[in-house]
Structure formats: C-alpha cells, structure tokens
Nanobody, 117 residues
Framework: QVQLVESGGGLVRAGGSLRLSCTAS????????MNWYRQPPGNQRELVAG???????HYADSVRGRFTISRDNAKNTVYLQMNSLKPEDTAVYYC???????????WGQGTQVTVSS
C-alpha cells in the first residue's frame, strides 16, 4: 500500500518561510521522481516543483528562486522549502508520485498553507 503523508503547513505572514515534508511508504522511494502540487482556493491544481531520482529539479515560474525542493532517500522524504512567501502562495499543497512499478498516480492528503498580507 502506497502512502504519502505531508506535514509542515500552517499560517505565516508574507515574507515568511515554511518547510513542507512528504514521507512516502510502499514504494522504492529512490527510484521515483517526486513532485509538489498546489491548489489555490477556487483554482485548479498546479505543479509547483519536482525532483527526479537523479536530483534534477524543476520549478514553476511563480516560485523559482523562492522555493527549493530536495529529497532524503534514507528517510523516504521529499521537502519543499518555501521562502519569501506571498499571499498568492496560499493553497493546499500536495505531494505526488507517478509509480511506474504500480502503473498509477498517488497523492498525499494535502497540507494547508496560508500566507497573510
């Protein structure tokens, strides 16, 4: 059974920082690319950042230079360090993996990030 469990969300003022964590189980974590998505209120889910199994990273233009994705294969955990947060970063943040082994996508339950102005 594959599970993705996010943590680290909360309420922060504009300009502040948060670090999200997503711990995976049921997959060979080191063999999978991991991604963070977010869904702002009333909007569609969008890709925020991703990291391949070889640690290549990519970011949405809206967060590049402010957010950093990283992974710790020994802990089966992917992180999203979010700095210089803006009110428009307010969203539910989801961890995502596409498992080639199981042939399907998996999502975490989401963690709320709220940035006040």
């Amino acid at each position: 059974q594959v599970q993705l469990v996010e943590s680290g969300g909360g309420l922060v003022r504009a300009g502040g920082s948060l670090r999200l964590s997503c711990t995976a189980s049921g997959i060979i974590f080191s063999m999978n690319a991991m991604n963070w998505y977010r869904q702002p209120p009333g909007n569609q889910r969008e890709l925020v950042a991703g990291i391949t199994r070889s640690d290549t990273t990519h970011y949405a233009d809206s967060v590049r230079g402010r957010f950093t994705i990283s992974r710790d294969n020994a802990k089966n955990t992917v992180y999203l360090q979010m700095n210089s947060l803006k009110p428009e970063d307010t969203a539910v943040y989801y961890c995502y993996v596409k498992s080639e082994f199981f042939g399907r996508d998996y999502w975490g339950q989401g963690t709320q990030v709220t940035v006040s102005s």
